[in-house]
């Protein structure tokens, strides 16, 4: 009779959760929601997920890009004076343009 050993579960779960949420935010175009959740997780995987390094690292790194695309743009926008118009709403008055 074959004995086996115990299956050992690791959990990368945290990291491939943000390694999704930071490749969705650069394709997709989310916002800043969707990189801070990732960063987080992230994060939180590097310290608690040994077999989940890279993927977290890379999650964290592809987040921190979207973060900042999203922060300059916003930045150029309000910065340049742009008026956008969508659906009736002013967006240049909100920047005081």
Same mark, same amino acid.
């Given at each position: 009779m074959t +004995?086996?050993? +115990? @299956?050992?579960h690791h959990g990368t779960g945290k990291g491939t959760a #943000?390694? %999704? %949420? $930071?490749? %969705?935010s650069l394709l997709a175009g989310? +916002? &800043? @929601?969707?990189? *801070? &959740?990732? %960063? @987080?997780?992230? /994060?939180? #995987?590097?310290? #608690?997920e040994p077999f989940a390094r890279g993927r977290a690292a890379w999650g964290i790194l592809l987040n921190l890009l *979207?973060? @900042?695309g999203w922060l300059v743009g916003i /930045?150029?926008? *309000?910065?340049?004076?742009?008026? &956008?118009t &969508? $659906? $009736? /709403?002013? /967006? $240049? +008055?909100l920047f005081g343009g």
């Open positions: +004995t086996y050993g +115990t @299956i050992t #943000s390694l %999704l %949420l $930071g490749i %969705l989310w +916002t &800043l @929601i969707a990189p *801070a &959740l990732g %960063l @987080i997780l992230g /994060f939180m #995987s590097r310290g #608690s *979207a973060m @900042i /930045f150029l926008v *309000a910065a340049t004076g742009i008026s &956008l &969508l $659906g $009736g /709403f002013d /967006f $240049g +008055t």
